[in-house]
């Protein structure tokens, strides 16, 4: 079996698919069934079919498309990611896995290669949470991690739900019916950017994954009191802001000092009301996402976020609020998928390095219900979620060559 990637081609249906955006290139915005979105999703459909594969679509609008094995009934070997992309961000994140797992079939195809188990590309929906607040939905979904009920109450800013969005969108099936059957895959692999610099500084262009870190996430309020700005003495205040950002600081630290690097915590929303430059602050709305490898120490930072938080409450005499919006638990790769990936990198001589993902992706879900991996490419400075997030054509080909071997050894 000679396999070859055709590089130029997938340079070129990359270029392609960043076109489908709401922002002057570089920049790609791609809502998720938004007009932009909904004419890449065409697209990608049109070119599976091309290359003779059967697709489908589920009801949150996941797209599988289909490589049938020798044996069709036999659990399928899965690979893909996402293409949906927050404002403002680059070509790269998640569609490397989409474009770079249809040319790894592609290229088994015109090999000669004959699996037994079916090969699947799947196409996940929603992986960002810029409309619906959640990341990774269609997994969620597809994982039985999120009931259909709790999915389609969630709404975007509109104040639109998830079930009247994806019906517009013409995906008028039963959400109930999203969650796959067990032992639907026998195994799963997703090829993505690093979204960080660790390959860059190591120097190497391929990076197998041994385990994904998860997120929490909360949206923390804090009610204090409001009042004119020259009117209210300093003894006499309760700034809804300044009580905020002590406690920021006091989330930084909680992670600085978890004992780990892999801890880390973002506060990346910072709602003001009224927002007047002479009207003190009476209530602040923040946003925390708290990451760790390890779910105790995830949430040994997250213990000690509250307790920082009830001292600042007492100090300065505001009420904080915590409401949990996810929390969800880290994963390991399967040994099996990660062995696969190691073999097919040390038969065509690539160096890689093991290494964790800080970001997570949909193989965080789909790991609940089968054996996954994950092979990552370095980013050009790390940068990711931005215009000039950048992945070298040599790096995503030499990816999607290890990716076509290794679903040949996990498919048979």
């Not at 009931?147 to 079930?163: I, N, P």
């Not at 998860?214 to 409001?226: N, R, T, V």
């Not at 978890?258 to 506060?267: E, L, N, R, Y």
Request: charged share 25%; hydrophobic share 40%.
């Amino acid at each position: 079996m000679k396999l070859e990637i055709d590089r130029q081609r997938l340079n070129s249906e990359i270029e392609t698919l960043a076109a489908f955006s709401d922002a002057e290139p570089p920049a790609v915005t791609r809502i998720v069934f938004k007009p932009a979105d909904l004419k890449a999703r065409a697209w990608m459909v049109a070119q599976c079919e091309e290359a003779g594969l059967a697709v489908r679509q589920d009801a949150i609008g996941n797209i599988f498309a289909r490589w049938n094995g020798a044996e069709p009934a036999a659990p399928a070997v899965g690979t893909g990611s996402h293409i949906d992309a927050i404002p403002n961000a680059g070509k790269y994140d998640g569609v490397v896995g989409v474009l770079g797992g249809l040319e790894a079939i592609r290229a088994l195809q015109r090999s000669g290669f004959r699996p037994k188990n079916s090969i699947e590309l799947l196409v996940f929906a929603t992986e960002e949470p810029t409309r619906f607040g959640i990341g990774c939905l269609g997994s969620r979904l597809l994982s039985g991690t999120l009931s259909a009920e709790a999915a389609a109450k969630l709404k975007d800013r509109d104040g639109q739900s998830v079930d009247e969005v994806r019906r517009k969108a013409g995906l008028n099936g039963n959400l109930q019916d999203v969650k796959l059957a067990k032992g639907y895959y026998q195994s799963f692999v997703e090829l993505h950017i690093e979204q960080g610099p660790l390959l860059e500084r190591a120097q190497m262009s391929l990076g197998i994954v041994r385990s994904i870190a998860a997120p929490a996430s909360l949206h923390i309020s804090i009610e204090g009191s409001g009042g004119h700005a020259g009117g209210v003495l300093m003894p006499d205040r309760q700034d809804a802001l300044c009580a905020a950002a002590e406690l920021i600081l006091s989330i930084e630290n909680a992670a600085r000092t978890s004992g780990a690097a892999d801890t880390v915590a973002t506060v990346g929303v910072c709602e003001v009301f009224p927002g007047a430059v002479n009207s003190i602050p009476s209530r602040v709305k923040i946003t925390l996402d708290i990451r760790d490898t390890d779910l105790g120490r995830r949430d040994g930072a997250m213990q000690t976020i509250e307790r920082a938080s009830q001292d600042v409450s007492v100090k300065r005499h505001v009420s904080i609020q915590f409401e949990l919006l996810n929390a969800d638990a880290p994963a390991d790769c399967a040994r099996e998928v990660r062995a696969a990936l190691s073999d097919s990198c040390d038969k065509h001589g690539f160096q890689f390095l093991e290494m964790v993902s800080r970001a997570y992706h949909d193989s965080l879900f789909i790991s609940r219900i089968a054996p996954t991996g994950m092979l990552f490419i370095p980013c050009r400075n790390g940068y990711s979620h931005r215009p000039d997030e950048y992945a070298a054509p040599e790096d995503i080909a030499r990816a999607s060559l290890v990716l076509a071997e290794s679903l040949a050894k996990l498919s048979g």
